[in-house]
């Protein structure tokens, strides 16, 4: 099984690692993970101002303070996940990647607003799942 898992270094992300961990059927080695975090773009004036070579250097950087900490916690269990980022809106990012790669599985961590909140704020599991074709898991 192809799964994607939806990391950005929150509490939440921590919480669905755990689940992950307690859950033999989906936590193997013989599953093929991936771990995918978006960062959100610098404005168009920033970026033009520090150059698109600074800017994507800020982007990796980034993206790796997000999953370094995910791909030794995966090794220690002994799981080697493939690491992708992008830049953009996270929640459409996510269901992109997730259809691209022909995934079989979606996991992310959700913070779970109410419906309330989710009107005011949004929420990047709302975006998913009205996005994904792909079957999602939210760990709360």
């Known amino acids: 099984m192809k799964i994607l898992l939806a990391v950005d270094g929150s509490s939440y992300t921590k919480k669905m690692l755990a689940?992950?961990?307690?859950?033999?059927?989906?936590?193997?080695a013989k599953n093929e993970f991936t771990?995918?975090?978006?960062?959100?773009?610098?404005?168009?004036?920033?970026?033009?101002?520090v150059g698109a070579e600074v800017a994507n250097g800020y982007y990796a950087e980034e993206a790796a303070k997000v999953t370094?900490?995910?791909?030794?916690?995966?090794a220690r269990k002994g799981i080697t996940?493939?690491?992708?980022?992008?830049?953009?809106?996270?929640?459409?990012?996510?269901?992109?990647?997730a259809s691209a790669g022909d995934f079989d599985l979606v996991m992310m961590g959700s913070h779970g607003h109410s419906a309330l909140g989710?009107?005011?704020?949004?929420s990047v599991a709302t975006q998913v799942?009205?996005?994904?074709t792909v079957p999602v898991m939210l760990v709360r």
């Open 35 to 49: 771990l995918f975090t978006v960062q959100l773009p610098l404005p168009p004036r920033a970026r033009a101002a």
């Open 19 to 28: 689940y992950l961990a307690t859950h033999e059927e989906v936590f193997s």
């Open 68 to 74: 370094d900490p995910v791909v030794k916690y995966l």
């Open 129 to 132: 799942l009205a996005h994904c």
């Open 81 to 97: 996940a493939k690491v992708v980022h992008k830049t953009g809106s996270p929640g459409e990012a996510i269901a992109k990647q």
């Open 118 to 122: 989710n009107l005011v704020m949004g």
